[in-house]
């Protein structure tokens, strides 16, 4: 099949399976005549299985894992299957492992089709084909859409709305021990910033962070005698000697996987609103920018491996609409993992600019919770802007459960 084709299937159950160079994930997606899935359920994958006619199977890393179609089983307002991969190694792109997919009868293992998707470069995760509903017959379609940030762009795009987990979500590695996360270590602050805090080396006692400075006579931390570490709602004015600070500034949020678990995909967004608390719009992996490019997104980390910032997210506050009054920073855990499973987590402020940090708030305790509302930006009637580090832990695995909350913060 060539992209855009389509054969009728002369079978009611059929099997997919995709093949390529590496280890593939399989997954499918029922969806209603708007495109989209009725709930988390219609997301068939490793984690779950089985939904209403569609069937996940494993091929245990010697055959390709494949999704199974029975069309008579499928429920009433059903009118497509999209059966989507990506390649399991984190953050490996389709370049060079171009996959193969393979259209069988589930009951004599007959081909009926093959597709082979061409030029692929930076996609992390392809929709590869669909089974679709057109005039009362089912038909098969080559698709070979790609997307560059994973089967969660994929998922995004399908509405899949996976608030509560309906299966563990450790499909490689053991679930961790319920225990504490080890104490955050802080990563290495870019020169010229001074360090963060004493040494973490055990078993030698740590001296506590000199507390931030505050304008004298109102208690307002103030951003006078440079950069500031905040502890849990505390509050920065983002001025400096009472003038505008900076018009540009860059959040920073970085995090690695405790005690030395899998690789751990986490998702930083930010929510505009405006002064009634209202819902302006999020800025994510699958919405690199909002409010006329005024807000900007650097793109999906699949992993948090290395040191330094895992996704950044800059806000031109000159240019901010004056109905966007409010701003709020979260990270999610799109596959599931809680965030006592994740190290040292943290955000910080910089000047856009010229790089100097200028607010650093390091999560120094975690919930078994797939999402966290890290820190807000608030304009103040006066025009300056202030940053509150928050820690509040949600059940959330999108920013889209995170819209609600979070209005509720501000």
């Not at 992209?3 to 029922?30: H, K, Q, Y």
């Not at 994740?342 to 650093?360: F, H, Q, S």
Request: proline content about 10%.
């Amino acid at each position: 099949m060539t992209p855009g084709s389509n054969i009728p299937l002369p079978t009611a159950r059929v099997t997919v399976d995709v093949a390529a160079p590496v280890r593939l994930d399989v997954s499918g997606l029922l969806l209603t005549a708007d495109g989209k899935v009725r709930s988390d359920d219609d997301f068939i994958f490793y984690n779950q299985p089985a939904g209403p006619g569609v069937t996940y199977r494993s091929g245990g890393g010697t055959a390709p894992d494949a999704i199974t179609i029975d069309t008579a089983a499928v429920p009433p307002g059903i009118e497509k299957i999209v059966v989507t991969a990506s390649p399991d190694a984190q953050g490996q792109t389709f370049q060079g492992i171009e996959p193969t997919a393979t259209v069988r009868s589930a009951d004599d293992n007959a081909v009926l089709a093959t597709f082979t998707p061409p030029r692929l470069g930076t996609e992390t995760a392809l929709v590869v084909v669909e089974i679709y509903l057109r005039n009362g017959a089912w038909k098969v379609r080559a698709v070979g859409q790609g997307y560059a940030n994973g089967l969660a762009g994929i998922a995004t795009d399908f509405g899949v709305m996976v608030e509560e987990p309906a299966a563990p979500t450790q499909p490689v590695a053991p679930a961790q021990p319920a225990t504490p996360p080890p104490p955050a270590v802080q990563p290495p602050v870019t020169p010229p910033a001074p360090p963060m805090s004493a040494p973490q080396a055990p078993p030698a006692p740590t001296a506590p962070p000199a507390p931030p400075a505050a304008a004298p006579g109102t208690g307002k931390i103030n951003l006078d005698k440079g950069r500031v570490s905040l502890q849990k709602n505390q509050t920065v004015s983002l001025m400096k000697g009472g003038r505008p600070l900076l018009s540009q500034v860059r959040m920073g949020l970085g995090w690695e996987p405790a005690y030395r678990g899998k690789d751990i995909d986490l998702d930083a967004s930010v929510i505009a609103y405006g002064p009634q608390r209202n819902h302006v719009d999020s800025c994510y992996f699958g919405k690199l920018q909002i409010v006329g490019g005024a807000i900007q997104h650097s793109g999906d980390n699949l992993t948090g491996e290395g040191g330094g910032d895992d996704e950044t997210i800059t806000v031109d506050l000159g240019r901010l609409p004056q109905d966007v009054t409010g701003l709020v920073f979260t990270v999610n855990s799109f596959s599931g993992q809680k965030f006592t499973q994740v190290a040292k987590a943290y955000c910080r402020l910089l000047d856009a600019t010229t790089g100097e940090e200028l607010v650093r708030f390091d999560l120094t305790s975690a919930e078994p919770q797939t999402g966290v509302m890290m820190a807000k930006l608030i304009r103040q009637f006066s025009g300056e802007w202030e940053m509150t580090a928050m820690g509040e832990f949600v059940k959330s695995r999108t920013v889209r459960g995170m819209v609600k909350p979070a209005a509720q913060s501000l």
